[in-house]
């Protein structure tokens, strides 16, 4: 990751992605280490598609692992949830 908070990653053919980093959190309960990052792109209903997964900090590397339990995910959907309830709160305030 570049001090943007950005980083790219290679698909099977190739393909180049730049990602920005959206969060990230450790668990004390799995050992883990989460990251939370969006392309940017929409998906079907308008809504900006997320990816999570487990990744390794302080190696230099960008590889990432895919989640593997349903508590891992609903960690994942609570914070991502309070994120956009905070984002809403400051939206409606501002206005």
């Known amino acids: 990751m570049n001090e943007q908070n950005q980083f ?3 698909d099977e053919f190739g393909n180049e992605t730049l990602y920005d980093v959206l969060f990230t959190f450790d668990s ?3 050992n883990k280490s989460y990251i939370v990052y969006t392309d940017n792109s929409l998906d079907d209903q308008g809504n900006v598609q997320v990816y999570a997964s487990v990744y390794y900090p ?12 349903d508590k891992e995910w609903q960690w994942i959907e609570k914070i991502l949830e309070t994120i956009q309830e905070e984002v809403r ?3 409606t305030t501002e206005e």
């Not at 302080?58 to 339990?69: A, H, R």
């Open 28 to 30: 004390d309960e799995t």
């Open 8 to 10: 790219k990653l290679k």
């Open 89 to 91: 709160k400051q939206t």
């Open 58 to 69: 302080g190696t230099g590397s960008t590889k990432l692992d895919p989640i593997e339990t």
